[in-house]
């Protein structure tokens, strides 16, 4: 594998993001849309993303191969010490390491943050099928998150029912008396 380099997404960087995202809306059920946003709703997505959280992308040779990016868990002030993250590579660049570059430099992101808990919301199939497989799941415990609920058929695509999992995965100290989280600066 040649060496991938993960900067910090831009708006311009949404066509190509798109593009990669757009894969897993039309032909999996690893995201539960069933039509991929049009580029200006996905440019407002990482807009709203952006003025709080990091947005990354893993790029090789000045191609975005990848992207991952932290969102709010729930949007309440109390949980402001936890993310929900989301990633999606390139359908040909799996496999080869740059998921686990994204997530590490993302983690290390939201440590500077003050963020402690980390989330992914990940569907699952009760038996693997063309359009989900478990490989989600895998790789998010490969990186030291684990289950915490399952809500079963709860998901409903390609006429067929999906489970969905939540894994966590703590990476902070959780004091009393905390600070407050602070919002992510790209510059």
């Known amino acids: 594998m040649n060496t991938a380099a993960i900067r910090d997404a ?3 960087d949404a066509t190509r993001i798109l593009e990669i995202y757009r ?16 580029l200006q709703e996905f440019e ?18 000045g191609r975005i191969l990848g992207y ?40 290390e992101r ?3 943050m003050g963020i402690l808990n980390l989330y992914a919301c990940i569907g699952t199939p009760e038996k693997e099928d063309e359009y989900l497989t ?6 998010h ?13 709860c998901g409903y695509k390609f006429g067929r029912w999906y489970d969905m999992i939540w894994m966590e995965k703590l990476i902070g100290e959780h004091p009393a008396g905390q600070a407050p989280v602070l ?3 790209a510059n």
């Not at 478990?134 to 790789?139: C, K, M, W």
């Not at 415990?141 to 058929?153: E, M, N, P, S």
């Open 68 to 107: 991952a990016y932290a969102h709010p868990f729930v949007e309440r002030a109390a949980y402001d010490w936890s993310a929900e993250l989301t990633i999606y590579l390139d359908h040909h660049a799996q496999k080869c390491g740059l998921g686990r570059m994204l997530y590490e430099a993302l983690e």
């Open 10 to 12: 831009k708006i311009e």
């Open 110 to 112: 939201l440590k500077e």
């Open 183 to 185: 919002k992510w600066n």
């Open 44 to 61: 407002m997505r990482m807009k709203g993303i952006l003025e709080r959280y990091p947005y990354l992308v893993a790029e090789r040779d």
């Open 134 to 139: 478990h490989n989600s799941a895998d790789f």
């Open 23 to 38: 894969y897993y809306v039309e032909h999996t059920a690893i995201s539960f849309e069933y039509v991929a946003p049009s």
């Open 141 to 153: 415990a490969h990186l030291g998150f684990r289950k915490v609920g399952t809500f079963r058929k």
